[in-house]
C-alpha cells in the first residue's frame, strides 16, 4: 500500500505504511537496519501478538506496561527508561511501540529523551492509534492531573499500520477509533462522505480497514503543513477541548468516546457562530451520536469547564480555547472566558443529554 511520507525537518523524516503482515515482514526488515531493539507493549497487546512476535524478532528484550490510560504516568515512563537502560541500549538503538495510543505515546516520549533521542518505529494496534496517534509525532504522558501535560514532538522513523490487528480489538476499541475518524470527517468533506454513505457499516471491519488509509493520508497532509501546531494542526484538536474536560473530570469513557461527546457539544455550540451550516452540523451529530449508540450520561458541567481551563491549548488568560466544526470541511478557532464556557457547557448538557 502506499506510503506517507512526512518531512518535518532536516534530520526529521517519518513514514507511514499501511500494509499486511507487519510482524512477520515489514518490522525484521526495517529493524536490520538498527544495532538494538527494544519492545515496548502493554500486557494485553503482549499476550495476544507476544508469540508472533518472538517468532519475528527474537529474544529482544521487552517492556510490557498494565494496558490502559491511567498507566500513562511518569511512573512508567521511567519504568521504561529503567530498562532501556538495563538493557544497555546505545545511541543506534531502535524503540518499537507495539499497541495503542498510551504506548505509543509514552514509547514516543521515551525515544525522545533517552540518550537525547534514539530512533522510534510505531506499530499501532489499535484502530485509534492507526488512524491518529502514531502519526505526526505528538508524545506525552498525563502529569499533575493534566492530559498530555509533559511531552514532545519526536517524529518516529516508520509507522506501519497493519489491519489485521482489528481482528482482537474490542468492539468498544472500534468505537473509539471511530472517535478521531468522525473528528477527520468533521475537517475532511471526503471523509465525511465516505462515513455518511456507510452509516449501516461503521462497525464494519472490513470497511473501516479500507478507510484506515485516507485517514492517515489526511492526518499526514496536515502534519506535513504544520508539525508543531502553530496554526493548520489545530484543527486536529476539534471536539478535543470538551473531550479532555469530561475526560479529566470523570474518566469513566475512553478518549475516543469523550471526542464524539466533545464534537457533539462543540457542534452544537457552533451552530450560535455566524454563517455556520446548521444542517451540517446535525449531520454531523447524528454520525457521532451512531457511534455513541446515544448519549451517555456526563459529568456536572462546571466541574469539566474547571478542568478545561488546566487544558494545555488555552492561552492563560482564564479563557478556553476551542477548534469548533463549522461548516463541511470547515474548522474555527473558538475562546470563551471560562464562566461562559461552564454555563455554554450546561445549557448544551440540558439539551443534549
Ligand atoms: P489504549 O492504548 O489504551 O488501547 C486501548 C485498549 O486496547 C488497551 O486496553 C489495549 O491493551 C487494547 N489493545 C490494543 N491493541 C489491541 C488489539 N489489537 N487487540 C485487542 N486489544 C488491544 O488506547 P487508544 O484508544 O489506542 O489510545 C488512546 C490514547 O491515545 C490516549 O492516551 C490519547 O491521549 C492518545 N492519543 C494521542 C494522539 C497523538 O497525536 N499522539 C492522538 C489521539 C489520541
Ligand atoms: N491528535 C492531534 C494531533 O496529532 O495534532
Known sequence: MKTQVIRCAKRETSRVTCRKNVLERALPAALAAYGEVFLFTDETVFALYGKKVR?????????????????????????LLSAMAEAGLHRTACLVCLGGGVVGDI?????????????????????????DSSVG?????DFCGVKNLVG????????????????????????????????????????????????????D????????????????????ADPTEKGLRKC?????????????????LSHGEYVLVGTLFEAEYAKSLEGSDEAYLCALQALCLAVLGGMP????????????????????????????????????????????????????????C
Open 236 to 252: 486536529l484538536n476539534l471536539g478535543h477541548t470538551t473531550a479532555h474536560a469530561f475526560e479529566l473530570s470523570d474518566g469513566k
Open 152 to 203: 514532545a514532538f519526536f517524529q518516529p522513523r516508520e509507522v506501519f499500520a497493519d489491519p489485521a490487528f482489528f481482528a482482537t480489538l474490542p468492539a468498544r476499541e472500534v468505537r473509539c477509533g471511530l472517535g478521531e475518524i468522525v473528528k477527520h470527517g468533521a475537517l475532511s468533506a471526503d471523509i465525511f462522505d465516505a462515513l455518511q454513505a456507510n452509516r449501516d457499516r461503521l462497525s
Open 297 to 352: 450520561s456526563l459529568p456536572d458541567a462546571g466541574e469539566a469547564a474547571r478542568a478545561a481551563l488546566l487544558d494545555k491549548k488555552n492561552t492563560g488568560k482564564g479563557s478556553v480555547v476551542l477548534t469548533v466544526p463549522f461548516a463541511k470541511g470547515e474548522w474555527r478557532l473558538a475562546e470563551l472566558p471560562v464562566a461562559k464556557y461552564a454555563q455554554t457547557l450546561a445549557a448544551i448538557g440540558r439539551k443534549l
Open 107 to 131: 514509547g514516543g516520549l521515551a525515544a525522545s529523551l533517552y540518550m537525547r533521542g534514539i530512533a522510534c518505529i510505531q506499530v499501532p494496534t489499535t484502530l485509534l492509534s492507526q488512524v
Open 55 to 79: 517468532a519475528a524478532l527474537g529474544d529482544i528484550p521487552v517492556f510490557a506496561m498494565p494496558a490502559g490510560e491511567r498507566y500513562k504516568t511518569h511512573e512508567t515512563l521511567f519504568a
Open 205 to 224: 471491519l472490513s470497511f473501516l480497514a479500507g478507510i484506515v488509509p485516507a485517514n492517515i493520508a489526511f492526518k499526514a497532509g496536515v502534519v506535513r
Open 137 to 141: 509525532g505528538k508524545t506525552a504522558i
